[in-house]
């Protein structure tokens, strides 16, 4: 059975930093694609950031230069640490699990970020 946890989030003043992480069991990590993407009320999902198995990541414009997605495959985890945070970051983050041999895709339950001062 497919899990993904995530954990890190909370309440930060804008400028402030977090780092979220996705803990993943019952999927062979190593050969999974690993993103994190987030949700604000009224809006679409969209991707905030991926990490391939072989460790290239890519990042929506907006995040550019003040996130970063990273993965440590002997932990089984991902994370997501964020810098200079917005009020627009304020938002659910899910971690998404995308299998690169069967395309499986598992979804975490979510954690909140808000900023806010």
């Known amino acids: 059975q497919v899990r993904l946890v995530e954990s890190g989030g909370g309440l930060v003043q804008p400028g402030g930093s977090l780092r979220l992480s996705c803990a993943a069991s019952?999927?062979?990590?190593?050969?999974?694609?690993m993103r994190w993407y987030r949700q604000s009320p009224g809006k679409l999902r969209e991707l905030v950031a991926g990490?391939?198995?072989?460790?290239?990541?890519n990042y929506a414009d907006s995040v550019k230069g003040r996130f970063t997605i990273s993965r440590d495959n002997a932990r089984n985890t991902v994370y997501l640490q964020m810098n200079s945070l917005k009020p627009e970051d304020t938002a659910v983050y899910y971690c998404?699990?995308?299998?690169?041999?069967?395309?499986?895709?598992?979804w975490g339950q979510g954690t909140q970020v808000t900023v806010s001062s």
């Open positions: 998404n699990a995308f299998s690169e041999a069967t395309w499986a895709s598992s």
């Open positions: 019952g999927i062979i990590f190593g050969i999974n694609t």
């Open positions: 990490i391939g198995s072989g460790g290239n990541t």
